[in-house]
């Protein structure tokens, strides 16, 4: 699919909203960026300058990305595909699908960006169900290529293919979900790990530290090149299931929530927002761990293009 062609309709110009459209216009698609609050609307070009600058296409991007006011000046015959990123408010979701049922093309996918609401829920009542789909983005969105593709009950799975389509045209991995779940797959992935995580905390046997090192420097550190079932692959499937044999059974599988998290959570320590949490911060280190942490998966991200860019040529 030529990416030159699409074009899409992003709803909301936040953190999200933007990093998608400058993905898609990075790509050399048309973005239509809908952002209703004027003091959002006054930083848009300024923040989406700096995404495009970060990926290196600011001079060829800027001119492919128009910001409106209101949805009504969206040339709505010509969208592909539209994505809603606005707050993570059921009826301020519900209310903007009825409209975009109105103003997209029937046969326009109607998608979420929502990290905690399922699709099934944003589309309970609405008429044309099996166009909606959860198009789940990671931030920061213009640097992690995965996206997740949740379908409902409702969704037609040729709509959840196209869309697949239309994400690796513009670079992204698309994840698909094939039944609405809350967490969808990355999330409960992550929650599963981060509850073992706390717990060994809890009970005294590591910090921290030792939590973060072993994933950053050991296990997690081979996941850029293989996911946990292809790694498999490469040890042994034998060996995996005589060491879940072992561990399984002293697994903590609590529905509770850890203490080493709760604890902090009751004592104001909510990480970088107020200064603690699991570590202290500065304005200084907050600065310095934020430049950090995105050069890092910039670089990430340079190693794994060429297999990207190899997938998105055998898909042309």
């Known amino acids: 699919m030529d990416a030159s ?17 400058a993905t898609f216009a990075h790509a050399g698609a048309t973005a239509h960026i809908v ?11 300024t923040r989406i300058a700096q995404t495009f600058d970060k990926l290196g296409s600011y001079d060829a991007a800027r001119g492919r990305y128009t910001v409106h006011e209101a949805l009504d000046t969206v040339p709505w015959p010509s969208i592909d595909i539209v ?7 059921l009826e301020v979701k519900r ?55 949740v379908s409902s009950e409702a969704t037609d799975p040729e709509v959840a293919a196209r869309v ?7 670079g992204r991995v698309p994840v ?5 779940i809350p967490g969808f797959l990355a999330n409960r992935l992550q929650h599963a790990m981060s509850r073992e995580a706390f717990w060994l905390m809890e ?3 590591c910090e921290a530290e030792d939590i973060d090192a072993a994933v950053r420097f050991g296990f997690g550190f081979r996941y850029i090149a293989a996911g946990p079932c292809l790694q498999r692959d490469h040890a042994g499937l034998e060996v995996h299931a005589a060491a879940g044999a072992e561990m399984y059974p002293h697994f903590n599988n609590s529905p ?61």
């Open 256 to 316: 509770e929530v850890s203490s080493a998290l709760t604890d902090r959570v009751k004592a104001n320590k909510l990480g970088m927002k107020t200064g603690e949490g699991f570590y202290s911060w500065t304005p200084e280190t907050i600065a310095a761990e934020r430049a950090r942490y995105e050069k890092t998966l910039a670089a990430a991200f340079q190693i794994i293009k060429a297999e990207l860019e190899a997938r998105a040529a055998d898909d042309q």
């Open 35 to 45: 952002e209703t609050f004027a003091k959002a609307r006054e930083i848009l070009d």
């Open 83 to 89: 994505i809603e990123a606005v707050p993570e408010e």
């Open 5 to 21: 062609r699409i074009q899409v309709a992003v709803v909301g110009g936040g953190t999200m909203g933007r990093d998608i459209a």
């Open 203 to 205: 009970q005294g046997f």
């Open 95 to 149: 209310t903007l699908f009825r409209e975009l049922e109105r103003l997209a093309r029937r046969d326009t996918p109607l998608c979420s960006n929502s990290s905690a609401i399922g699709i099934s829920r944003i589309g309970e009542g609405l008429a044309t169900r099996d166009r909606m789909l959860n198009t789940h983005y990671f931030m920061p969105a213009h640097l992690v290529p995965a996206v997740e593709v």
């Open 176 to 180: 698909r979900v094939k039944r609405d």
């Open 164 to 170: 697949c389509a239309l994400l690796r045209a513009t």
